[in-house]
């Protein structure tokens, strides 16, 4: 079962817009180790914190930044993954897991759907990675899995190439969606849902 108390040992904080909502600004501030994308170490620096590793190849870095925290940038000029990636790569080897990543959306739309599909990516290297915004949290999954929910909560299912999906604990049914608007605006009926099915997909969780 995939539970909602769900407490990451570290922090990435993605270069898109800064959280502005609860939940994901209370991980943020709760984190044990958190690591900036590049240009993202601006705002969380000017907020009056100090991350404990900037990642990326510094093009995004105010020069300011780049002086005053040398020792903790950690240039990677590999332009074949993007900075979340190097980011979540990083954080593997250093033997970290359970990841929650923040500011990944907002700004350029393309950025955001490449940062959200790439949790599928971190899923199969063995990664427990979620993103959680400003409007709820996206979980990457693969085959039969129970989610906690609660009553009314509003729920999205993204395929990506599973077959045979049904669900259990959901207001309208599911099929083998061919479009992702098609598994949007779905709503849980109690405190936890289930997802049939073989093969991956992302689950979006809204927060409101």
């Known amino acids: 079962m995939i539970s909602e108390h769900y407490t990451p040992e570290a922090v990435i904080l993605a270069n898109g817009e800064y959280p502005t909502h609860v939940l994901p600004l209370k991980i943020l501030e709760e984190a044990k180790f958190v690591v ?16 404990d590793i900037i990642i990326g190849d510094g093009d995004s870095l105010s020069p ?5 925290f040398s ?4 240039h990677i000029a ?12 990083f954080l593997q080897e250093k033997g970290y897991q359970r990841i929650a990543i923040v500011g990944a959306t907002g700004k350029r739309e393309d950025h955001t759907l490449g940062n959200i599909s790439l949790l599928l990516d971190y899923m199969k290297s063995g990664m427990e990675v979620r993103t959680v915004t400003d409007y709820g949290v996206f979980i990457p999954a693969s085959g039969t899995q129970t989610f906690v929910s609660h009553t009314g909560q509003q729920i999205s299912i993204i ?49 409101m």
């Not at 190439?161 to 992702?180: H, I, M, Q």
């Open 36 to 51: 900036c994308c590049d240009g993202a170490a601006n705002e969380y620096i000017l907020r009056g914190h100090t991350p």
């Open 78 to 89: 590999d332009q074949e993954t993007n900075d979340q990636t190097k980011a979540v790569h």
């Open 159 to 207: 395929n990506f190439g599973a077959k045979g999906l049904k669900g259990e604990g959901l207001v309208y049914p599911l099929s083998d969606f061919t479009n992702w608007w098609q598994g949007t605006l779905n709503e849980a009926t109690s405190n936890r849902f289930t997802i049939q099915c073989t093969g991956e997909y992302l689950v979006f969780l809204a927060s």
């Open 64 to 68: 300011e930044n780049k002086t005053r």
């Open 71 to 74: 020792d903790i940038i950690h």
